[in-house]
């Protein structure tokens, strides 16, 4: 007798039998996930902003010298973000291949 031919439903069971969750995960799960993988991405770009937003600020009220100041912290803070965007993928992509 032939094998019976898959039907469409079967992954279904398939997930179920290998134990996969069929819960989609929430925003904020995967904010946590991610920032436990990689916490200097976020913590980044907060002193992006900060350094951005206090800047600004400094600009309005007139204290050029400390504007030019942070933004010149703000481009740093760039650099670590893109640094540390770079460093986890490429530790991602090291697991992956192991």
């Known amino acids: 007798m ?3 031919e898959p039907t469409d439903l ?8 290998m134990g996969v969750i069929d819960r989609a995960e929430t925003t904020q799960e995967k904010f ?3 920032f436990k993988e990689n916490p200097f991405v976020p913590i ?6 900060g350094a951005l937003s206090y800047g600004l600020w400094c600009f309005r009220t007139g204290r050029t010298k400390m504007s030019q100041t942070m933004m010149r912290a703000r481009i740093v803070a760039q650099g670590f973000t893109i640094t540390a965007l770079v460093v986890g993928v490429a530790m991602t992509a090291g697991k992956t291949l192991k």
């Open 44 to 49: 980044g770009c907060a002193a992006t902003a």
């Open 32 to 34: 946590v996930r991610k």
């Open 2 to 4: 032939a094998e019976a």
């Open 10 to 17: 079967d992954w279904v069971q398939l997930r179920r039998d």
